[in-house]
Structure formats: C-alpha cells, structure tokens
C-alpha cells in the first residue's frame, strides 16, 4: 500500500474536484524526441495511483529496465530523468553509462489526495483533483520541460525518462489523444515532426532503421 501523503484515509473524494480550466494553447519544438516510461512499480502491480508519491520498481519492473540496457541506441542521445525515484532508477538500470539531467517538469502528475487509492477512482482527465494539479497546468510544465531538454541536446536525441502522465501530455501536445489504455511501462516512444504533423512510433530493440 502506498503512503498517504500524510491525509486520513477517510478524506472525502466526491465533489473535491475544482472547476475544468481550459488547456492553454502550447507547441513544442519541432525536433524528435524520445520518452519511456519508469519500470513497474508495486502501484502500477496493484493498479493504485502513485502521482508525485513514490512507488518502488518491483523486480519485473527491474529486469525490464535492464533490457533497455541492451538496445541500440543513436551515439548521439542525452538522458533526461524525471527526479522521482522510480524513474531515476530506470534510467540508472536502462542507461548504465550514462549521466541523465534532472528535469523537475518530467514529473508526474499530482493527484493529490486520489493518491494511493484505487485507479478506478481518477477523475476525468480534466478535472483537478482535491489538492492536486490542474491537466493545463501539466501541460504547460511537460512542454517547457521537453523543450529545455530539446534546446540542452542541441542537436543529439534527447531521451526522458518519466512517466504515463507525462507521455500522455506529449501525445496532447503533438495533436494526438491522451486518454485511452496507460502507455507501456519501459516502452520507448519516438515522437518525431513531419511536414504534415507528429509522428508517434512505439520502438522496438530488433528494429533500428529509425537510428540514422
């Protein structure tokens, strides 16, 4: 079970959230970039929403991140990380060579007091939960934070590693749905620009055509 953040567990929920605010409009640089998200986590295992609590990788989560450690990757990536600890570990596991940039804009989204309960209980992505953080707001911090990490690669792949929240922003900001099924847990995403709007490419280690 994950930690409460310090609330009682018996805070009501209903009627917490605050008032729908509207997505600001925000673009991303138009340069490719690469997103996966943290190894299983013991809340990911009990379907529980962590949020900005931290969950520990179990030993599935650890071997997958291992494995990344064995894919081919452009010579000239730069590893970005969101500070919360199962994403440091992945990246640690997936990139043992590397020294990743601490990104606070990577991090998850908070929930605030949905935060250890049942993932059946989320809000509607739009609506903000009880001392949580609004959607816009998410949005806005994702797109300053892929952007930091575009302008420091200066011209090599830059590679986060986050999570579901922030990959779902991602799809948002490149015109694409953020809702539907969790992105996959130690799954790279390529998000690249094209003359008629970004591209999103799942990848997989025995296909490298994409590294030019």
């Given at each position: 079970?994950?930690?409460?953040?310090?609330?009682?567990?018996?805070?009501?929920?209903?009627?917490?959230?605050?008032?729908?605010?509207?997505v600001?409009?925000?673009?991303?640089?138009?340069?490719?970039?690469?997103?996966?998200?943290?190894?299983?986590?013991?809340?990911?295992?009990?379907?529980?929403?962590?949020?900005?609590?931290?969950?520990?990788?179990?030993?599935?989560?650890?071997?997958?991140?291992?494995?990344?450690?064995?894919?081919?990757?452009?010579?000239?990536t730069?590893?970005?990380?969101?500070?919360?600890?199962?994403?440091?570990?992945?990246?640690?596991?997936?990139?043992?060579?590397?020294?990743?940039?601490?990104?606070?804009?990577?991090?998850?989204?908070?929930?605030?007091?949905?935060?250890?309960?049942?993932?059946?209980?989320?809000?509607?992505?739009?609506?903000?939960?009880?001392?949580?953080?609004?959607?816009?707001?998410?949005?806005?911090?994702?797109?300053?934070?892929?952007?930091?990490?575009?302008?420091?690669?200066?011209?090599?792949?830059?590679?986060?590693?986050?999570?579901?929240?922030?990959?779902?922003?991602?799809?948002?900001?490149?015109?694409?749905?953020?809702?539907?099924?969790?992105?996959?847990?130690?799954?790279?995403?390529?998000?690249?620009?094209?003359?008629?709007?970004?591209?999103?490419?799942?990848?997989e280690?025995?296909?490298?055509?994409?590294?030019?």
């Amino acid at each position: 079970m994950l930690p409460t953040r310090g609330l009682p567990a018996r805070t009501a929920l209903s009627g917490g959230s605050r008032a729908e605010r509207k997505v600001p409009v925000v673009t991303l640089r138009a340069r490719p970039f690469v997103l996966i998200r943290h190894g299983q986590t013991d809340a990911n295992r009990d379907h529980l929403v962590a949020g900005r609590t931290e969950a520990q990788l179990t030993q599935v989560g650890r071997r997958a991140a291992q494995a990344l450690s064995g894919w081919e990757w452009p010579a000239d990536t730069m590893l970005f990380v969101s500070p919360q600890q199962r994403a440091r570990e992945t990246a640690r596991l997936a990139f043992p060579h590397h020294s990743p940039v601490l990104l606070e804009g990577l991090r998850e989204r908070d929930w605030g007091l949905l935060e250890g309960r049942p993932v059946s209980q989320l809000l509607p992505r739009d609506q903000t939960p009880e001392q949580g953080e609004a959607w816009p707001d998410m949005i806005g911090r994702v797109c300053a934070a892929i952007a930091v990490a575009q302008d420091a690669a200066a011209g090599r792949l830059p590679v986060c590693v986050a999570h579901s929240g922030v990959i779902r922003a991602a799809r948002h900001l490149t015109g694409g749905a953020a809702d539907g099924p969790s992105p996959a847990n130690t799954t790279p995403y390529l998000f690249s620009p094209t003359p008629e709007g970004w591209r999103e490419t799942l990848l997989e280690q025995k296909d490298t055509r994409w590294i030019a």
